[in-house]
């Protein structure tokens, strides 16, 4: 069983990125969680701190905890409604950056494989034939040492997907606690998995527009 000890980081407290009468957006740091749990200790997350400064911050989407990386958030009730829109209907792309263990045979491909929640140890999640579709395109930026640093373009959002879906190629995330084995946690002291860019069509000007914060790997 995972024991989830919860310790946010304070800096940054906050790292926002750009800002408009519609919508705000954060370079999120690893190990903060992107909204509260039912504890009372999950209450210090993303959208707390945000909303401690502007209170009409709106949850858009999450991030694991430990992933680091772009998130955006509403300021109206119409800009949620477009922005969730654009989500659900997998019009927002994003790109996320992972360092892996061992090295990838294939420079480039996609991995297709459903995926449902694991019964015997909740949250976590596995391959599974009746599970929902999940579809993840990669593709190799460089050959390190022992490790593969990647660019993952998820088509689907679903929970863990990208942790998942390298295991199932067999090739852990760096710092992965929830499905590593002990080397490859140890390989890093967070987990090495960052959502680098995010492109919307603006709620209000409807332009496309690009947010990015450049991986630490």
């Known amino acids: 069983m995972h ?13 926002i990125r750009y800002k408009d009468r519609d919508i705000i957006v954060i370079n999120k740091p690893s190990g903060l969680l992107s909204n509260p749990g ?10 707390t701190r945000l909303q401690q400064r502007y209170p009409e911050a709106i949850l858009i989407h999450r991030l694991d905890c430990d992933t680091s990386g ?12 477009h922005l969730k829109t654009q989500f659900q209907n997998r019009q927002a792309k994003k790109v996320y950056i992972a360092e892996v263990q061992g090295h990838m045979q294939a420079l480039e491909g996609k991995v297709n494989f459903a995926l449902g929640p694991n019964p015997d140890t909740p949250p976590f999640q596995m391959l599974s034939e009746t599970g929902k579709a999940a579809l993840t395109y990669f593709s190799v930026l460089e050959q390190r040492a022992s490790t593969t640093l990647m660019e993952l373009k998820p088509h689907t959002g679903r929970t863990h997907q990208l942790r998942v879906h390298m295991l199932a190629l067999g090739h852990p995330i760096l710092g992965d606690e929830f499905y590593a084995d002990e080397a490859t946690i140890s390989a890093s002291k967070r987990l090495n998995l960052h959502a680098q860019s995010l492109t919307i069509t603006h709620p209000y000007t409807q332009v496309e527009m690009t947010f990015f914060s450049q991986h630490p790997f």
Not at 70 to 81: H, L, P, Q, V, Y
């Open 3 to 15: 024991i989830f000890t919860y310790r946010p980081p304070s800096i940054p407290w906050l790292d």
């Open 38 to 47: 039912r504890s009372p200790d999950t209450h210090d997350t993303a959208i």
């Open 70 to 81: 772009i998130m955006i958030f509403a300021r109206t009730k119409k800009a949620e409604s």
